[in-house]
């Protein structure tokens, strides 16, 4: 960072929270960039805390997936990550799949419209968060979502309404991506395509 000094720090939140949290014990000198921005895992809020309070970095979270490469990110008010529902539209849904009210927490399932390899809808990416009912004050029309308030226990997989599981399924095998933990246990998630319906859940020890 010194060697660069670059106007935009990059990364993700964990390697934030190890690096600054290295800057303010040792006192080291170092190029403050004008901007963190950080994606992929968590952040936490005493590490948020500790790079805009005491180092006066304003810190901006983006929302990522492998899946969904760029579903929201949060502006200069931070009151939570505005949604980019024309390539990503997302649902907040309980664990039978129906759609919760504004403001009430649930199982995160976003639709990506702009995949080159495959259309994929309905995703339940394994995040908890809630929609929120209030504007955002930067004047952006963009839905807001609350930042991740948990990483789900459990799972679901979205398939045709009267499909059974094993029609047509496709198994994906991966490491959670998004704002989720890197380092979580290993997932097998079943998308049965199109579809507003979701059943299952989580499969144990994948
Ligand atoms: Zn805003």
Redo the contacts with the bound molecule.
């Keep these: 960072m010194n060697d660069y000094r670059p106007d935009v720090l990059h990364t993700y939140g964990s390697y934030l929270g190890i690096l600054f949290s290295y800057l303010a014990e040792t006192g080291a000198p170092f190029h403050k960039p004008k901007v963190v921005t950080y994606s992929s895992d968590s952040l936490s809020d005493s590490t948020r805390r500790l790079i805009q309070d005491r180092f006066g970095i304003p810190v901006f979270s983006a929302y990522q997936a492998n899946e969904a490469l760029k579903i929201g990110f949060?502006?200069?008010?931070?009151?939570?990550l505005?949604i980019n529902i024309d390539l990503y539209p997302l649902r907040v849904v309980d664990l039978a799949c129906h759609d919760l009210p504004v403001g009430e927490t649930g199982y995160v399932v976003v639709s990506n419209l702009v995949n080159k390899g495959t259309v994929l809808l309905n995703y339940q990416i394994g995040d908890l968060a809630a929609l929120l009912p209030q504007?955002?004050?930067?004047?952006?029309t963009?839905p807001?979502l609350s930042f991740r308030q948990a990483v789900a226990t459990t799972s679901s997989t979205c398939r045709p309404a009267g499909h059974s599981s094993a029609n047509g399924a496709h198994h994906f095998h991966h490491r959670r991506k998004g704002m989720a933990i890197s380092d979580r246990p290993r997932h097998t998630y079943t998308f049965h395509g199109q579809s507003d319906r979701c059943t299952g859940g989580r499969q144990p020890g994948t």
């Excluded at 949060?74 to 939570?80: A, N, P, S």
């Excluded at 504007?135 to 952006?140: F, H, M």
Aim: hydrophobic letters at 10%.
């Design positions: 949060e502006c200069e008010h931070h009151t939570g505005h504007p955002c004050t930067c004047g952006r963009l807001l």
